[in-house]
């Protein structure tokens, strides 16, 4: 297949990347390299990607629609998969904005572009976030439309979208919601990375709350696999990719990680932010079903290759501003 591959300079985009390149795909990949976190971070993922024979990069932003069109004209892809977009919680309260334009607009572009170019196939990503109360584990069955925050709220729209095209257009549409996506090369902004580089530098970690609230965290691997298995034809469907093992404790990650890093946390308590979830559980029975995915990466062994990664690029990543 040639794929395009919207934002390939992210954490999940160049894993995912890397994965289809593995398999014999070929891939195009767009970001726009925005400073949301450190760039060097995407730069860095993107190197070996930009190495491989299958693949080429195009910095570009998917909200600028006459430039996303010249894409299409020059390329006959069979498939997008969009990964592009503003993805943290607590940013989208303070800039609320970026995250429908980007979140909801570009994705809006790229169906119409898929039209236009007659492209069958999208893969899109979106949030565990939208299942803000309801009940555990989430299933896709759940009733989602009470969003507790601007980012779920742009990515509920975005899947709103993909059904209207996939109604009116007959795109095939898998829309994967991901849950709390972990590993090497993470997001700054995350905690699995935002603690592992804390603890090895010695510095505070601010905790929101008690630290009890779990995640359902998945291993990137596991993610950028079941993303790659979703380009199967589906009709329209919406899939948890998440989990899988017991949902662990933000105290048990943080313990997790001083082991591996062999030093201990400094620990500033903040108040819980409004925006954020107390708990996420999958429900993947659907994924099992449907793409036969199974996550093969438990908590113990992710979190040991996340903390090696921190140690084994200490020497650059002690520059990333954090
Ligand atoms: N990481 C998680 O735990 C998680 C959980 C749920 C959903 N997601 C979703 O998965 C996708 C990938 O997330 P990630 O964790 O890799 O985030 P990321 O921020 O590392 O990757 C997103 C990439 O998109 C690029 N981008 C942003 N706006 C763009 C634009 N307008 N045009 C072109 N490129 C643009 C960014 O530069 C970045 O490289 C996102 O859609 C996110 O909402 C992630």
């Known amino acids: 297949m040639l794929i395009l591959l919207t934002g390939v300079a992210g954490f999940i985009g160049a894993r995912t990347a890397q994965l289809a390149l593995d398999a014999g795909h070929e891939v195009v990949g767009l970001d726009n390299l925005n400073d949301y976190y450190d760039p060097r971070l995407k730069r860095h993922r993107l190197e070996p990607l930009i190495q491989s024979p299958g693949f080429r990069f195009i910095e570009m932003d998917i909200e600028d629609a006459p ?28 800039d609320p904005r970026i995250y429908l334009t980007t979140n909801t607009g570009g994705t809006l572009n790229l169906l119409e572009c898929m039209v236009r170019h007659q492209v069958g196939k999208f893969v899109i990503a979106s949030t565990s976030s ?8 989430f299933s896709e069955e759940s009733i989602v439309s009470r969003p507790i925050s601007p980012y779920a709220a742009t990515k509920l729209a975005a899947e709103a979208l993909c059904h209207v095209w996939h109604h009116l257009h007959g795109i095939d549409v898998s829309v994967v919601r991901y849950f709390t996506v972990y590993g090497p090369a993470g997001r700054p902004d995350m905690s699995p990375f935002l ?9 505070p970690i601010s905790l929101f709350g008690d ?27 919406i899939i948890n990719l998440g989990g899988g093992f017991t949902p662990m ?29 107390q708990d996420t559980s999958a429900d993947v029975s659907k994924a ?18 996340t903390a090696q990664w921190h140690t084994q690029h200490a020497d650059w990543l002690d520059t990333v501003v954090l």
């Not at 939208?130 to 009940?135: D, F, I, S, T, V």
């Not at 201990?264 to 979830?277: E, G, R, S």
Request: cysteine-free; hydrophobic content about 45%.
């Open 288 to 305: 099992a079903r449907l793409l036969n995915w199974h996550p093969t990466t438990p908590p113990a062994l992710g979190f040991q290759l």
């Open 195 to 203: 603690f592992s580089e804390s603890i090895r530098r010695r510095l």
């Open 67 to 94: 430039v996303l069109e010249r894409v299409f004209a020059d390329t006959r892809f069979d498939a997008v998969i969009n990964l592009a977009a503003r993805a943290g919680v607590r940013a989208s309260i303070t």
């Open 249 to 277: 404790s933000v105290n048990s990650m943080i313990a997790q990680l001083e082991e591996n890093l062999g030093t201990t946390a400094i620990i500033q308590h903040q108040p819980v932010i409004a925006a954020d979830m």
């Open 130 to 137: 939208l299942y803000a109360g309801q009940p555990m584990p």
């Open 211 to 237: 630290g009890s609230q779990t995640r359902d965290f998945t291993y990137i691997d596991d993610i950028a696999r079941g993303t790659l298995g979703a380009l199967q034809p589906l009709g329209f469907e």
